[in-house]
């Protein structure tokens, strides 16, 4: 339009712009409006006229500058667009097509908006569109562009790739018309990729958009030697470098980053890069997953279970009658140090094998049964760790003696050797540092762990290659053989503090951990999943976000290893019992790989020049005319007298900060009684309730020298409470229960003295209790308040006596039960008193039903709004309730002073000694 | 209670005012006090003044035997001039007197109040006798009269424009009219014209806004008077200052005019000026009045 690459949305509003000239004339006729002064003067003025020549009109400034606005505003609507590309439109319908898979995660707000972009310029060329995602597809349905913009969030990445049945469902759905295509491709291979675009190229045009951004994800986790390693992968040109957190649980329960490390990887296209985590056993059990930092993608998110969690050890012991001797028990030191971070489990060991534990302790003990001996072997063989103490019993049997156990590492020599005691020679030996090859690599030894005594080994041919740690003359003071899949360690001391001093110290702990005792992978084998059937727990979406999964069907454990994912199997964490499994987007070992696109399709990485909406343009500026307006006609008007104020009203115009709104809000009622009620949402009963307590007022106005100003509703999600010493909470069935908050701030109104008065307004139909709708939402708003035990009121209750003598509480209903914080139980009767010795304070609840608002209720003349009951009996039974009102009133304000009138008689008494 | 829920607190604070006015009054007359020292001439009285000897045209009756026998000459007695004046204040309560341009100045009617009571104090304890004009509050002497001259003075009244009232005028007293004198003219001149038959003298004072001698307005603006019983728009109001500067001096020639011819005296007093100054003034003007 016009040489410039103009378009209009909508031109027929253009036709506006004929009306300008016509607005010129009006504006110009009408001078801007007057202030009106308080002025005494004015007298001395009346008959004084204007000079013709005065300005009575609008300057050609101020009138050129609302024409502008006009002309903004009318442009604004009529949707102007800028399109710098005159490319010009097929005309065929677009097909949008995205992958949809994990990959397009971190891609997709940028995707998002391209495809947003696609469809709005889609449909101002007037083209109809359709959109196929490909993890999930559907038969393409072509419909108005505009129709699709509104729903592209619907179509956000999942966290699977597009299987090989999902592409050919596609293919055979697609229409047989000619459609051109835009693929938003997450730019990962996959089976059926080629088929599908050749299917696509065969109906029209296709391009191609496909982020150059690397490609990172998490494979697998590995824990070896007490070091958690983590393998990524990045796919695509480019280096990168990315934050890799650890997030779990910290003591308190909130979900933080255990451990953060810095992964780079190198230029080229496909890089594997790993990280290592050195993290205490305590700290490795509260991991929940693995996160590449920024990067929104279910592929950068790798969730843990029991692999690098607790394990269960079992502790044999030798049956002992060592009562009360718990410092003594060989494995107490033992049990201290993996409570924390492992299941023990105690018993014999034929009750302890079939549970398979992980790791299986022998505290001392020499002589096993041939039947167990078998079994700890084959399970031994099986992969498990067997770990052994030495002790006194070990020492003195035959155990290893004259050929290897297969149970123990070594041969052991008769009796053991004690040394630096009274009876023997030297010094207590203190540890060898440990090698650098070994498990307890670079583990640091304490200067004050001394070995008193130990057993000693055979010096055989392979004794050297098991040594793992030895005392500072050589003698091995940890051993290990590996038997099958597991291994046997034996430690040649005691694993109390009889023999050393290591069990005191925290080099234990970090022995056991690089033992692996504390926590190891122990390989998911297919056999133990068969047949299991497990339950999501928490599921990741496409962006890498967790979700409730708990509402997903459970899986097949064999799936649950081997299957790809789909909508039926979600990444993420599930649970059979008291085990957990967790199944990530990559499994180990499995790799992934970019597409390579043939070199005949255009593909671009999305930052096309779009076509620019400029109404938003022209409407600010439309906007910030209105502004300069308003200022310039207030100073024509004289009302801007000097450039200060006016530089502050600009300001305040201009910059609206959000404290505005805060600083505006006064509290009222602070200097002066307010009566209060909740609000309840609900319009009518809201009004009731300001009604009564209007009528309260005035009643209480009238009679005692209680003068409160007018009721005030109170917003319990906002307002402060602490100024109304009264709360009238009046029920109804749809009411919402306040928010967390807002209970809060209820129960610190009640332990500070408020009391508030819960209406159930149902005592013509029912008790109090459950039985009604009111009479349960009760119930519910109630559960989370702190309110004492409750009793009916009893006779002699203070409420009874603050200004009237009542014994009835009636409202619009004359029902029985109104409900007051229990008297003490005990609250005795002192003889000759009419009254018991109550509670002090004011009960910080009333419940009733009587609907005691209605019987208040006046307008602002005094009328009565409700009828309560009939004839003189009415307006006694109305009498009541007012007198009920005042004296609940008068018992929030002055507490129990009526109730210390009780010690008047004592008083007198002792004054008339 | 809900149709007047702060009547109390109001009540409080009103009342709150009344010694408050009293005492700054009080305050105010102090100052004027410590520069005077009282009426010392010779008049009707109880009190002894002086002797002195006979001039030509005493009558024999003056002469005070007694102390003329003491000497050769011949001595007259003359008494402290004890003859209490009447003073009646007509203090403009309309509503164009509540009128303050910013919110740092007080209205012309508190400066006038505040005036009316200092000088009726200095004139009280003087020992002259004050009161109201009209028939409310005749004038009486007294501590008691500063509290009802108080309690009267902060009435305030419901017409838009004072109109003086000359009612009941003591002949030959005193009166003092404090207002802005922005009303009817007429009524002025024919209330002043009235004390004057019955050969009452006495002050005029104007007191002015200083918004009201500057018209620093402009603008399109309606102007309005305090009751909005008038109200006069203009299109641009500095394009009038001139003009109504004008009227305002003639105004107030007119009262000088007026106040000559009747044997009174005129000032006037702004609102931003000190009080001291015009009290000063008020009361050399009342003693003037001799």
Known sequence: MLGLPLAFSAPWVLTALIALPILWFLLRAVPPAPIRKRFPGVVLLLGLQDDESTMDRTPWWLLLMRMLLIAAVIIGFSGPVLQPDGAAPSGRPLLVVMDGDWAAGPGWARDRAAIEDALAEAERTGRTAAMLRLTAPEPAQFLPAGVWVRRVAEFAPLPWTPSETGIATAISALPDDDFDTLWVSSGLAYVGRTDMLAALEARGQVAVLQRAAPLLALDDVSLADGVLTLSTQKLGPGAAAQTVSVIGEDPNGAEVALAQAEVQWGAARAEQSEVQFALPAEMRGRISHFRIDGVSSAGARFMTDDRIRRREVALVEVRGDREGLELLSPTHFLRQALVESAEVIDGAIPDIIPANPDVIILADVAALAPSEEARLLEWTENGGLLLRFAGPQMAASDLSRAEENPLMPVRLRAGGRTVGGAMSWGEPKALAPFSPQGPFAGLKVPDDVRVTAQVLAQPDPNLADRVLAELNDGTPLVTRKPVGAGQVVLFHVTANAEWSGLPLSGLFVQMLDRLAVLSAGSADAAEIMAGTIWTPIEVLDGLGRIQDGQTLTGVEGAALLSAPLSAALRPGVYRDGGKTAARNVLRKGEKITLFDWPAHVAISEGAAATAKELKPYFLSLALVLLLADTLA????????????????????????????????????????????????????????????????????????????????????????????????????????????????????????????????RDADVAELGASSPNGRKLQAIARALDIPALEPV??????????????????????????????????????????????????????????????????????????????????????????FGINLIMHVLTGNYKSDQVHVPALLDRLGQ | MSAHPQLRRRAEAAAARLPALLARADTLANTVLLGEHGRRRSGLGDDFWQYRPVQPGDSYRMIDWRRSAKSDAQFVRQKEWQIAQSVALWIDDAASMRYASHKDLPTKADRARLLALAISILLIRAGERVGLTGPTLPPRRGDGQIWRLTEALMQDGATDYGVPEARALIPRSRALFISDFLGDFDAFEFALAKAADRGVRGVILQVLDPSEAEFPFRGRTIFESMGAEVFHETRKANELKDRYQSRLQDRQRQLRALARATGWQYHWHHTDAPVQSALLWLYRAMERGH
């Not at chain 1, 404290?659 to 602070?670: I, R």
């Not at chain 1, 009528?695 to 020298?705: A, I, V």
Request: charged share 20%; net charge negative; proline share 7%.
């Open chain 1, 633 to 760: 006609a207030l100073i024509l008007a004289g009302r801007l007298s000097n450039w200060r104020t006016a530089l502050i009203a600009f300001a305040l115009v201009a910059a609206p900060s959000p404290g505005d709104a805060q600083a505006t809000g006064t509290l009222p009622g602070t200097d002066e009684i307010a009566l209060a009620y909740v609000l309840t949402g609900n319009a009518a009963l809201d009004d009731l309730s300001y009604a009564g307590l209007y009528g309260l007022s005035d009643m209480l106005y009238m009679r005692t020298s209680v003068e409160p100003v007018n009721p005030v509703g109170v917003d319990l999600a906002q307002d402060e409470l602490a100024f109304y010493p009264f709360l009238y909470w009046p029920i109804s069935p749809d009411q919402s229960l306040p928010s967390d908050t807002a209970y809060e701030k209820l129960n610190d109104y009640l332990r500070s003295g408020g009391l508030i008065l819960f209406d159930t």
């Open chain 1, 794 to 883: 009893p006779g002699d209750h203070v409420l009874t006596r603050t200004f009237y003598l009542l014994q009835d509480f009636p409202g619009r209903y004359a029902g029985r039960g109104v409900w007051v914080e229990a008297a003490p139980p005990d609250a005795e009767q002192i003889e000759g008193m009419p009254f018991r010795n109550l509670n002090d304070g004011v009960t910080p609840v009333v419940i009733g039903g009587n609907d005691w608002a209605a019987a208040w209720a006046t307008d602002t003349r005094g009328t009565h709004l409700y009828p309560v009951g009939r004839g003189s009996t009415g307006a006694r039974q109305r009498e009541l309730a007012y007198r």
